[in-house]
């Protein structure tokens, strides 16, 4: 009886030191847990830091690869208008692509190899996307070079993601939304408006300039263009891409200058024209485009189309600079109405 007494006694002692011990290794381990929680926290919040700053610095250098590439573009028009008396519109047209093809065919002509299976399956396609988006889109913009101004051109140029809408709801069934309506119908009122020069009694005789319907045609080819390139059946190498529809393009476009070359349109080839070449074939037609990929991979397609809604500022500073074309009310409110509309229906 005492003995089983004794140790009745004993074992509440063993499971209360028990008890502490746990507690005490609890604590411990509680202890380390904090202090790796802490230092987790510290380690994920450097993360957070380093992550933010990499945005911040992503966003800065696609705003700016968007604007070199904007910028680029906007000389385009100048050139269109300061050349329009100088080499016929079809003949300024090859010369840039045959210059792009030159340049990029060291670079290219092996992604085309690796890629000459897709090719040879989708040439309809790439080839159709060739003739609108190469032969006949910049083909049209030296055409309105002739007869309207390098203002007129970059605003109406930046009606093509708005026709990239449109022709996208039809083709590819996306919908179109009540501020995206209310945009698109801000835009054809700038529209109107520069065309008509602010007079809107023109519209009874319907007198717009030809350039300004040679523009409007462009932008809807470019929007047909852009549509082609997003329907495209298999994906390829964009080097690939632009060396084949800058080839394609260009040698479409040879019965045209052999037909203004018949008709007497010829050309003296100079220094000064050979520097512009090298300014249409290897900047508007490749550095550009790669500063133009890299700000969309960087800040994706909208905010990059954002920085591009920009470009009839840069062409109007170059007009008046360059050509010293005047620049009136009607352009402002247009330009606003154009922009303000285009914001509108790209939130949307």
Known sequence: MKSRS??????????????????????????????????????????????????KRNAIAGVLFALCATIIWSGNF????GLSDVVPPATLAFLRWVTAFTVLLPLGWKSLLRERAVVKRHWKH??????????????????????????????I??????????LARIFLGEKVSRSRAVGVSVVVCG???????????????????????????????????????????????????????FGVGALMLVPGVAWEWA??????????????????????????????????GLIGPSQAGIVYY???????????ILLGEPVSWVHFV???????GIRMATRG
């Not at 100048?78 to 208008?81: N, Q, T």
């Not at 920009?310 to 008046?320: D, Q």
């Not at 247009?334 to 303000?340: A, E, K, P, R, V």
């Open 191 to 245: 529209v109107v408006m520069l065309v008509t020069r602010g007079d809107f009694a023109r519209l009874a005789g319907l007198e717009f300039s030809i350039g300004d319907v040679w523009m409007l045609c462009a932008a809807m080819l470019f929007g047909a263009y852009t549509i082609l390139v997003r329907r495209m059946p298999e994906r390829i190498e964009q080097a690939a891409f632009l060396l084949f529809t």
């Open 6 to 55: 004794h140790t009745q006694t004993e074992a509440p002692t063993s499971s209360s030191e028990l008890s502490t011990a746990e507690n005490e290794l609890l604590a411990a381990e509680a202890s380390s847990t904090a202090t790796g929680d802490e230092a987790e926290n510290g380690t994920e919040n450097t993360a957070k830091d380093e992550t933010a700053g990499d945005l």
């Open 126 to 155: 790439l080839a159709f996307t060739a003739l609108l988006g190469i032969t006949i889109f910049n083909t049209l913009i030296y055409a309105a070079g002739r007869s309207t101004t390098a203002l007129n051109m970059s605003l």
């Open 334 to 340: 247009s330009g606003i109405l154009i922009l303000g």
């Open 78 to 81: 100048i050139v269109a208008r």
């Open 263 to 296: 008709q007497g349109l010829r050309f003296e080839f100079t220094p000064s024209l050979f520097g512009v070449m090298l300014y249409v074939g290897v900047g508007a037609s490749l550095i550009s485009f790669w500063c133009w990929n890299k700000a969309v």
């Open 310 to 320: 920009s470009l009839p500022l840069f062409s109007g500073a170059e007009a008046v």
């Open 157 to 166: 140029a930046i009606t093509s993601p708005l026709f990239i809408m449109l």
